[in-house]
C-alpha cells in the first residue's frame, strides 16, 4: 500500500513510483482545511445537512440510465470483456459499472496497488479497465469505475502480494469490538495479529466479509484519495462509484489507533478533569472513553466517512468537472446512519456526491418502492441523483422487470442491475421459459 513509512517496529510499503508535480498524493489542498465548513454547509458531524448544495444536472449521456454492476471477476480475460459489453449491448444496457477495485487490488494500470491475482502475469498489455472502455465507446456505452473502499480482502482467499496493504500494512486494518481487548496495544506486525482478525472473520461469515482498513486512520484515507485521483486523472471514464464506503457494523473499528484518534478528536470538547479521569480509566480499560461518550463516538465513525467522500468529491471535480460521482448505499437509511455510518442522505443534500444508488434488493415491490421514494426526498427534487439498484439475484424476471418499471414510474433518470455476472450465469435462463435473462430483462425494461 503506497503511503508514509509505518511506526516504530514495523516497515512500511514497498517503494512506489516516483512522485512527481502532480502526482495524486498531494492532495491536501483539495479538501476543506480545519474550521472551514465543507462545501454543503454541513457543520454537524453527524450528517445534519442545513442547506442543499446540490450539483447542476449534468450532460447525462442518455434520458435513461440502463445500467449493470460488472463483478471483477468478469474483467480477468480480454474475451470475458468483450463478450460482456457486447452481451450487454445486445441486451439493451447502456452503463456499465465495472469492478476495477475489488479488494484492495487493481483491475487497471494501477500506480497505487497490485494487480489482482487472477489476472494473466507477464502480459503487461492487458488492461482490463483500458479495454472495457474501448469496447464500449465503439457501441457509444458509458463506463463508471466501480471502487471499493474499505473491504480489503476476503476472509477465505488473502492476498499473497508482499506490497498488497493486508500483508504491508497490517496496522492499517480495522478491529472489531470482540478482539478490542486481545489486540489492544499489539503490535500489528507480528503475525497473530493479522491471524486473530482472519480468525474472527472466518468465524463470523454472516456479518463480516473479510478484512476491513480503518476509516479514521489518515493513511488509508490518503491512499484511497490516491486510487480516486489516479483513476479520475488517467482513464476516460463517464464516473466513478463508491462501495463500502461506510463501516462494516458498530462493532468496528476498535484498533488501537482508532480509539487514540478518538480520544484526541473528543477530548477538546470536555472539561479537562473530566479528560485526566478518562485517561486514568483507560489505563485499565482501553475503551473507557467510547463507553462514556457512546453517541460522540458514532459521530466520529460518521464524520470520518463523511470526510472522506467530499474530499474525494472536491478532488475529483478539481480535476474533471465532468465526471460523476455515485455511491452504492443501504438502501434502509436508519441502517444505513445508526450502523454503518452511512449518511448517505447528508451527501446528497451537501452536494458531495452527484448520483446515489441505493441498493433496493428486496423482492418486494412495495419495500422497493418506500425505499427509492426515500432516496429521491433526499435528493431535493433531483430525481437523476437516484439510480435505485435491482437485486436480480433475489427477483424473478417478473421481479425484476417489475422493479424497473416502478423506479422509472417515480422519475428516476435510470436503474442498476445486480448483476451482470449472477444474470449470465446461476440466473441465466431464468427468462421466461427457459430464455437468456439478461436479453428478457433486457428488452422488457427497453419496451415502455
Known sequence: MAGPAGPAGGSGPPAGPRESATDPRRGAPDAPSRGEPSRGGVSDPAGAANAFAVPALPALRFPEIRGLWIVRGTLASPEGIRDMVARADAAGFNTLLVQIRGRGDAYYDSRWEPASHVLPSGDE???????VIQEARIRGMAVHGWVNTHLVASALTLPTDPSHMVNA????????????????????????YRASLVAHARANPDGVEGLYSSP????????????WMDLAERYD????????????????????????????????????????????????????????HPEAWDRFRRSQITSLVERIYVGVKKRRPELLVSAAVFANVTDAYQNRFQDWRGWLRAGIVDVVAPMAYTPDDARFRSQVQTALDAAGGQAWRVWPGIGAYQNTFEGTVAKGRIARDLGTRGFL????????????????????LLQAVGAALEAR
Open 237 to 292: 471514464l463517464d464516473g466513478l462509484h463508491f462501495d463500502y464506503v461506510r463501516y462494516p457494523s458498530p462493532a468496528f473499528d476498535y484498533s488501537t489507533d482508532a480509539l487514540r484518534r478518538f480520544r484526541t478528536w473528543m477530548a477538546p470538547q470536555l472539561e479537562p478533569e473530566e479528560a485526566r479521569r478518562l485517561d486514568s480509566a483507560a489505563g485499565g480499560n482501553p475503551l473507557a472513553w467510547v463507553e462514556a
Open 169 to 192: 500494512r497490517p496496522d492499517l486494518l480495522a478491529v472489531p469490538l470482540e478482539l478490542a481487548d486481545e489486540l489492544h496495544g499489539r503490535d500489528p506486525f507480528e503475525p497473530s
Open 216 to 227: 479514521s486512520s489518515p493513511e488509508v484515507q490518503e491512499h484511497v484519495y490516491s486510487v
Open 125 to 131: 498489455a492487458f488492461d482490463p479497465l483500458t479495454l
Open 417 to 436: 442491475l445486480f448483476s451482470y455476472d449472477w444474470m449470465i450465469q446461476e440466473g441465466a435462463a431464468r427468462g421466461p421459459g427457459g430464455t437468456d
